[in-house]
């Protein structure tokens, strides 16, 4: 199982670009997460998907962001016309989704992102 | 609504000295705490979580529900213990099942 994995690892970006950040979870994990670590802070909550379903975006800027989760696929992190403050690192973690005390997170190595 | 802090960026020790990382949270209710650990050029990977109450790796954590606290420790750092150390809460109902984290320490343990 080689983990979750996402990929690019660096991306870079003119301002009013597309940046589109994979994220392939575990095999056998049905739930996907996305975080963000802005420069000297920490990771910040996003967005929460099962297959085919946003459960949660309540981290997810109003504008310009989206994230899918495909039936079939990985996970797509959307941001449009992207602006020097996204950059950040974008991490992504997967679940099981059993939902128990035991449930945990395994993250991506992430997504470097850089706006120029 | 449910937060994180962690008031050290940066913490050295000397190897064999004792270490601790302070975390205190905030939240209505009763919370899932967790340390995580990044070393360097590796993912964030899960260290510990209070309810299991474990030790890992040496490290130690009590969640101290009267200081809101959950502060990480072992009484003999070394070198290979110097990496990033994120708290993170998970509340236990709604969108709060989503992990908030804090800011990290970096840890630097000196030879």
């Known amino acids: 199982n080689a983990g979750v994995m996402q990929n690019p690892r660096h991306l870079v970006r003119r301002r009013g670009q597309e940046a589109r950040l994979r994220c392939s979870p575990m095999k056998g994990h049905s739930h996907v997460y996305w975080y963000r670590q802005l420069p000297e802070e920490g990771l910040k909550f996003m967005v929460y998907?099962?297959?085919?379903?946003?459960?949660?975006e309540s981290g997810m800027p109003k504008e310009r962001f989206s994230a899918e989760f495909p039936k079939e696929g990985p996970s797509i992190l959307r941001i449009q016309q992207v602006v020097r403050g996204d950059s950040a690192a974008y991490f992504c973690?997967?679940?099981?989704?059993?939902?128990?005390?035991?449930?945990?997170?395994?993250f991506g190595s992430g997504t470097q992102l850089s706006v120029l | 609504a449910q937060r994180v802090t962690q008031p050290e960026k940066l913490l050295s020790v000397f190897k064999g000295a004792p270490v601790e990382l302070k975390c205190n949270y905030s939240?209505?209710?009763?919370?899932?705490l967790f340390w995580y650990v990044q070393y360097s050029r590796q993912r964030l990977q899960l260290l510990l979580r209070?309810?299991s109450r474990e030790s890992i790796k040496g490290f130690t954590a009590d969640l101290n529900k009267g200081e809101t606290s959950f502060h990480l420790k072992k009484p003999f750092a070394q070198e290979e213990d110097s990496a990033m150390y994120y708290c993170?809460?998970?509340?236990?109902?709604?969108?709060?099942?989503?992990?908030?984290f804090g800011s990290g320490t970096q840890l630097t343990v000196l030879p």
């Open positions: 973690a997967s679940s099981p989704g059993t939902g128990g005390l035991n449930e945990k997170l395994f």
């Open positions: 209070h309810i």
């Open positions: 993170a809460l998970r509340g236990t109902s709604g969108s709060a099942r989503q992990l908030t």
């Open positions: 939240y209505s209710g009763s919370p899932e």
């Open positions: 998907l099962q297959k085919e379903n946003i459960i949660d």
